[in-house]
């Protein structure tokens, strides 16, 4: 967040006092105003901690009441309220009161603006502010948040204690990396960007694409083009126990870009019933032909030798599921060739030696360290999915997914995705996030609000392929 700050400094010294403050304030009211409908007569809290945050919230609340709303500012620190801010909501009508008397405001409002914490906050909130959350929780208030809700933290993402439950978050300048992350995510409600004037920082600390970048990154063949030009992903997966996680990778390889698929495995039959352009070798990995990327892992069981032999190769691997588990670490920190792994929370901990709790409380320093220890960059899954590379700079995130890909064998179509991609020439974080933005579209479209399985998602690949590119 110092880049941000830096900016806003920066920004600062070029413009009038106060400026940037009233263009904030101004992006505020207007966002409150859309989604009150009708401001005349509504009743609006203002929650005001010490923070230039507190501030904006002031002067917006300071149009709201020039329009007629009825707004009252509780003040936390009333010594250290935005002063300039305060006496201008006083002079359009608004009053102030002490947390302890907002008792009754907050429980008739119409709209809450939560102004406490701002993008400094560490640690949660104190007990003061953590009543006055709990209150609102207790409404039926529209919830306003000023930046990033109060009790999350703006570099991490994470919730430690309470924190605001937003229905819409206003942030200015740029996004804040809390509210792309989970859990602090989940927080923010819908998220509205208000141009300030900030410069772009020069290196961001997330990235999320969108269908233009994703559209620019997708494999496309050429007049030229044969089936082993556009490449050939190898799938050395499932077991006599798991054999539909081999066939759900090879479904998800199928629809990823490569020109052919080789299966390597002992669900081979299953394979072939199921997708009988398959090329299927029962030589192992070394001598089941040419590859230019393999996946490895998904319903592996036990087989430990499979994986090292598919690790031991000279080309980009995908490693998932039970492979994480199998893989030595000395051996993915020593390859030569790109090593891109698809670990959700559980496995991420696992590999980390800490608790699933722990990963799933500070998703994007858990990403960041698995893909330091492992020298490989790291596809973190969950209801926004993260990637990170091994030589680190921006992480990125993906939210385009569905709750509804939460089922049995979406993180297998996932995989096969993500090795086509691997063998049709993407960079390991390339593939791996453009894998993730197809996988969370089509998961949207097999689902469309009714629960949907793996084989559904791998079959709305293309769908989702055609939404980006016609996009």
């Known amino acids: ?66 329009r007629g709303a009825g707004v009252t500012a509780v003040l936390l620190s009333p010594e250290r309220a935005h002063a300039q801010g305060l006496a201008a909501l006083r002079r359009a009508g608004g009053v102030s009161v002490a947390p302890e008397a907002a008792g009754d405001a907050i429980g008739r409002a119409d709209l809450v603006v939560d102004g406490i914490v701002g993008i400094g906050g560490k640690g949660g909130l104190r007990p003061d502010a953590e009543r006055l959350v709990e209150a609102v929780a207790r409404t039926r208030a529209a919830v306003v948040a000023v930046d990033l809700p109060s009790g999350v933290e703006a570099d991490s993402g994470q919730v430690r204690g309470a924190a605001v439950q937003a229905d819409l978050t206003v942030t200015f300048g740029t996004y804040k990396p809390g509210l792309l992350v989970d859990p602090a995510r989940e927080y923010a409600g819908v998220v509205r960007l208000v141009d300030i004037g900030l410069e772009p920082p020069a290196e961001p600390e997330l990235e999320a694409l969108q269908h233009a970048d994703v559209a620019r990154l997708l494999p496309r063949p050429a007049a030229e083009s044969d089936k082993y030009r556009r490449g050939v992903v190898g799938v050395a997966a499932g077991s006599g126990r798991y054999p539909g996680a081999a066939v759900l990778a090879v479904s998800g390889a199928l629809r990823g870009g490569a020109g052919a698929v080789r299966y390597v495995g002992p669900a081979a039959e299953a394979v072939i019933a199921r997708f009988p352009e398959i090329l299927v070798s029962d030589r192992g990995p070394a001598k089941a032909g040419r590859v230019q990327a393999w996946v490895t892992g998904p319903g592996a069981g036990d087989d430990a030798a499979t994986v090292a032999e598919v690790l031991a190769a000279e080309v980009p691997v995908l490693l998932d599921a039970d492979g994480l588990r199998l893989a030595d670490r000395d051996a993915v920190r020593g390859r030569d060739a790109p090593t891109l792994m698809t670990p959700h929370a559980g496995e991420a901990a696992a590999l980390l030696g800490v608790a699933r709790e722990e990963v799933e409380g500070a998703r994007l320093a858990a990403v960041r360290e698995l893909a330091a220890v492992y020298r490989a960059t790291v596809l973190l899954k969950g209801s926004t999915t993260l990637v990170a590379d091994a030589a680190g700079g921006a992480v990125r995130v993906n939210a385009t997914g569905t709750p509804w890909l939460a089922t049995a064998g979406s993180g297998d179509v996932l995989s096969g995705l993500g090795g086509s991609l691997l063998a049709a020439g993407l960079s390991a974080l390339d593939a791996g996030s453009v894998a993730a933005y197809l996988h969370g579209l089509a998961g949207r479209f097999a689902a469309q609000g009714a629960p949907a399985g793996a084989h559904d998602v791998a079959e709305c690949v293309p769908e989702a392929w055609r939404d980006v590119l016609e996009d």
């Open 1 to 66: 967040m110092e880049t941000v700050r830096a900016a806003e400094r920066a920004l600062m010294a070029r413009l009038p006092e106060g400026a940037l403050m009233q263009r904030a304030a101004a992006g505020l009211s207007a966002a409150c105003a859309e989604l009150l409908g009708r401001v005349y007569g509504s009743r609006v809290v203002l929650l005001i901690g010490s923070g230039d945050n507190g501030g904006d919230a002031l002067y917006a609340g300071a149009r709201l009441a020039r």
